[in-house]
């Protein structure tokens, strides 16, 4: 009796991690690469932040006023197609596996998250021709995401991408500031310029094009900073590197998007 229940409870350890396997998918695509799902599984995520202070971020009043195919698919449940646009650090990003955070939340929605990066890029890349076709278009989305640290300031470019998403589908779009990189939340002069962005900064034009194109903007640095200052921790307590996050680092994205997504 007790050999076939061991025999059991392996076997069901197999299942489910046949099943976690078969929820991440990956693939190149020209120079970038393509993936599909999570490596990691919810109860995986909420271990890392188990130990972790809190995250008390606070989303904007109003927040999903430029998001009507995402916003309708929260309130009435059905498929959620994701698109995450950028570089490494929106793979951080990814990595997070918000995305089974807001499941959680919203039990009806069943959330097809699309993963497309290339190290170091912006959509200075991705607006060349056939791109935004095999990075975003082919996968149908309700809502693609563009954000990571590598746009070079050019809101141009993603203005273009923005018009090439819009001109071939009906998705929603976010633009987020990026986190991470090399800024430090810490640093008083650095901070005060995260929190009162001049008119010419990367952040203020970014949000600027968000108004103009009638896109969602997510200000992802400034609510990291704030996460990292409140901590009392060093900014590398969330880090693998000067740049990219580690699994901690990555989690206070993940709850993050999710109370904006809630």
Not at 94 to 104: C, E, K
Request: glycine share 8%; charged share 30%; with cysteine.
């Amino acid at each position: 009796m007790k050999r076939k229940l061991f025999l059991l409870l392996i076997s069901a350890g197999l299942l489910l991690l046949e099943t976690a396997a078969a929820q991440f998918e990956m693939k190149k695509v020209e120079d970038g690469t393509v993936m599909r799902g999570n490596r990691r599984t919810l109860e995986e995520i909420d271990g890392i932040y188990a130990g972790m202070l809190p995250v008390k971020y606070q989303p904007p009043a109003g927040r999903l006023s430029r998001l009507p195919r995402t916003r309708r698919i929260l309130r009435e449940g059905g498929t959620w197609t994701v698109v995450m646009l950028g570089d490494s650090i929106i793979n951080d990003t990814s990595r997070s596996a918000w995305d089974l955070l807001v499941a959680r939340r919203h039990p009806d929605v069943r959330i097809e998250k699309i993963t497309s990066v290339r190290g170091s890029t912006g959509c200075w890349w991705y607006k060349e021709p056939g791109r935004v076709k095999a990075f975003v278009l082919d996968h149908d989305p309700d809502v693609v995401i563009i954000g990571g640290i590598s746009q070079k300031d050019d809101v141009d470019s993603i203005r273009e991408v923005i018009r090439q998403i819009r001109e071939a589908s009906r998705a929603d779009v976010v633009l987020m500031t990026g986190p991470f990189g090399r800024v430090d939340p810490k640093d008083d002069a650095g901070w005060r310029e995260i929190v009162n962005p001049k008119k010419e900064s990367y952040a203020a034009r970014l949000r600027a094009l968000a108004a103009e194109t009638k896109a969602e903007f997510i200000d992802l640095q400034q609510a990291w900073g704030r996460y990292v200052r409140a901590s009392g921790q060093p900014v590398g307590l969330f880090k693998r590197d000067v740049v990219h996050a580690n699994e901690r680092g990555e989690q206070i994205l993940g709850r993050i998007l999710e109370r904006y997504f809630e």
